[in-house]
């Protein structure tokens, strides 16, 4: 269990730029979730994939942003155009799921801290 | 709609002493409750987590928080603190029956000092 992988750890761009972020999550947890956390805030949803299937987004994820989980396994979120107000730390998180009566268990990753210039 | 306020944003204890973070919740009916903590450059680690039962739970790290229904509270407590807890504290509510997507409160940040 290596635990939930980001990369990058930081990244800067300019506005109008597009960025990439990818998300490894432990291996043979079938859920994957995306979260946003801005300075002095708690971190929020963004969306979640159950295996490939994205079954839920915010609607904090706006058309600019987009995320994908092609097989299951890594996910990447991609933030076109990208506008200060993007600046962020973006959070991913795996689980296994759980049981009937169970509460399900999150794996956080360190984040990507985006800024924005 | 569901949503969590921890009143202290920035809190300073003496290494040894007792701490208490403050968390409060609404939610129409008994949701599931979490304490997160997150050190500088990691990402968050669960602390603890209450689903139905005893209404004091323990957790990791010597922590324990208690739900009160009648106070809409889930505080985290400690009875000894150490540097090493120096960390921003997140409390967060699921909903049942859906899926792990957690309201954070706006979290509280926690100085130990020697």
């Known amino acids: 269990d290596t635990g939930v992988s980001q990369d990058p750890r930081h990244k800067i761009t300019k506005r109008g730029q597009n960025v990439t972020f990818r998300c490894d999550p432990i291996?043979?947890?079938?859920?994957l979730y995306w979260y946003r956390q801005t300075l002095g805030q708690g971190p929020e949803f963004l969306t979640y994939f159950q295996n490939e299937a994205q079954l839920e987004k915010s609607r904090l994820l706006s058309d600019r942003f987009s995320a994908e989980r092609p097989k299951g396994s890594f996910s990447t979120l991609e933030i076109q155009r990208t506008e200060q107000g993007d600046s962020a730390m973006y959070l991913c998180a795996s689980s296994r799921g759980a049981a009937s009566g169970e509460i399900e268990k999150l794996f956080f990753g360190s984040g990507t801290q985006l800024s924005v210039l | 709609a569901q949503s969590v306020t921890q009143p202290d944003i920035h809190i300073t204890v003496s290494e040894g002493a007792s701490l208490e973070l403050r968390c409060n919740y609404s939610?129409?009916?008994?949701?599931?409750l979490f304490w997160y903590v997150q050190s500088p450059g990691q990402g968050l680690q669960l602390l603890l987590k209450y689903f139905s039962g005893d209404t004091l739970v323990q957790g990791i790290k010597g922590f324990e928080a208690e739900f009160k229904r009648s106070q809409s509270s889930f505080n985290l407590r400690k009875p000894s603190v150490h540097w090493s807890d120096a960390a921003e504290y997140f409390c967060a509510v699921g909903a049942r029956g859906a899926t792990n997507k957690l309201i954070f409160g706006t979290g509280t940040l926690l100085a130990v000092q020697p």
């Open positions: 291996s043979e947890h079938n859920r």
């Open positions: 939610y129409g009916a008994t949701p599931y």
